[in-house]
């Protein structure tokens, strides 16, 4: 038997309008915004959402919007969606490509909006449905690491009424119309470090009256992927991946520093820390071998917290999903290395629940190489990738994941015609 919140979602998403909501996405898509310049995004949002009948706030932590929607006696449920582009070359040869040089809507969250948008707008539509109040959060800077936090201290929770439960969602690869919840851990930490190498500059053609932070720089490249492989247990999930590199300015000029820029996964506090210490040991130790005329910096930047799912949160929203789109469809994939900030918007004892909506096209998952779903899933292009390209055809179903996952959390007073 079919649950009130999944007839009712059914109902008040069957007439979504699909020609705006791809209008909506096509405009998000052409015009990405980097972290804490989502001034566009934000007013497009917040125009939607005032159009809905939503109590409408700008500029919250930067350029967060939040909407409220109250509707009688009820939990309060928090639905939530970044906003931010990210600094990579579109190449996806979409018609509707970013018209931004340089940057590019590479991981979902125009899509993220769109979906959001939707949702409001038909949860508002069908007030009469349900009771209980909506806040509805247009997130900024999720690729840095900044938003969720910077909306936090700027009063989200006392400007605006605190939460019961919180929801979101991310577009991934995989065929498009698949939902990967998982109770529990489903994304880990994430950590950035700098490592600056200090050398002795000169000629290139004098290597002999230097000292060389090129080649300590890729010593310790090279050294450092021991860590993982050598100082963390098999049974730990952990990734250090060494993302930038840089030094000097011509060919025939030895510099005098060298800069590494890595990140770490990790899915506990101890296995972060020991990776933590043996990266500054290992650079201490190449650099003293070097002879460099001084120890490394090693800088601990941006991180980003393990993301945790309340089980009991996550079966509620699993089991509605099972219904409204099908058991095949809902699976459980196992954590993931990616990391997010969505955790930072939850205060502390809050429950809240994440998953994430496959979005392939079909056409690009049959074509991929493998004969699996893993092999497929490494061959399709992925978020960050320059032609990571969301199937429109997951509009109206990422509408419909949220407005069922909001209404399985409230009470349904009517439970529609299905």
Not at 271 to 300: F, K, N, Q, W, Y
Not at 363 to 373: F, I, R
């Amino acid at each position: 038997m079919t649950s009130p919140a999944a007839r009712t979602a059914l109902d008040l998403t069957a007439d979504v309008p699909l020609a705006d909501l791809a209008d909506c996405y096509r405009d998000l898509h052409r015009h990405p915004e980097l972290s804490q310049r989502e001034h566009r995004t934000a007013g497009k949002l917040a125009e939607r959402l005032r159009a809905a009948g939503y109590a409408t706030a700008e500029g919250i932590g930067g350029t967060g919007v939040v909407g409220v929607l109250r509707n009688g006696d009820g939990p309060t449920v928090l639905l939530r969606a970044d906003m931010d582009a990210l600094p990579v070359a579109e190449e996806t040869g979409l018609p509707y490509a970013s018209e931004v040089p340089g940057v590019m809507h590479a991981c979902g969250h125009d899509l993220h909006v769109t979906w959001l948008a939707g949702a409001a707008r038909a949860l508002a539509a069908g007030r009469e449905t349900w009771s209980g109040t909506l806040v509805v959060v247009g997130q900024p800077a999720e690729e840095s690491g900044e938003g969720a936090r910077a909306m936090v201290a700027d009063g989200l929770y006392e400007r605006f009424p605190r939460p019961d439960v919180l929801l979101a969602q991310h577009a991934a690869p995989g065929p498009a119309g698949l939902y990967a919840h998982s109770p529990g851990l489903i994304l880990s930490a994430s950590t950035d470090v700098d490592i600056v190498v200090h050398g002795r500059g000169g000629h290139g053609s004098r290597p002999e009256a230097t000292v060389d932070p090129v080649v300590t720089a890729a010593y310790l490249v090279t050294r450092l992927q021991t860590v993982v492989s050598r100082e963390i247990a098999p049974r730990e999930s952990a990734v250090l991946t060494v993302g930038r590199i840089e030094a000097g300015t011509r060919p025939n000029v030895i510099p005098s520093q060298a800069h590494i820029a890595l990140n770490l996964r990790t899915r506990s506090a101890g296995v972060r820390d020991r990776m933590i210490a043996a990266i500054r040991r290992i650079a201490a130790g190449e650099c003293l071998a070097a002879g460099c005329p001084r120890e490394p910096e090693v800088t601990v930047g941006a991180d980003f917290p393990v993301t945790v799912n309340d089980p009991t949160t996550d079966h509620r929203v699993t089991e509605v999903h099972r219904e409204v789109f099908g058991p095949e469809r809902v699976f459980d994939p196992g954590p993931a290395m990616g990391s997010e900030d969505f955790p930072h918007l939850a205060p502390d004892g809050v429950p809240y629940a994440y998953w994430f909506v496959t979005t392939t096209p079909a056409d690009v998952w049959e074509a991929a190489p493998g004969t699996d779903l893993m092999e497929k899933f490494a061959a399709v292009p992925s978020n960050h990738s320059p032609h990571f390209a969301p199937d429109l055809s997951t509009l109206v179903p990422g509408v419909r994941t949220l407005v069922s996952g909001a209404l399985a959390h409230v009470p349904v007073t009517r439970s529609g015609a299905g």
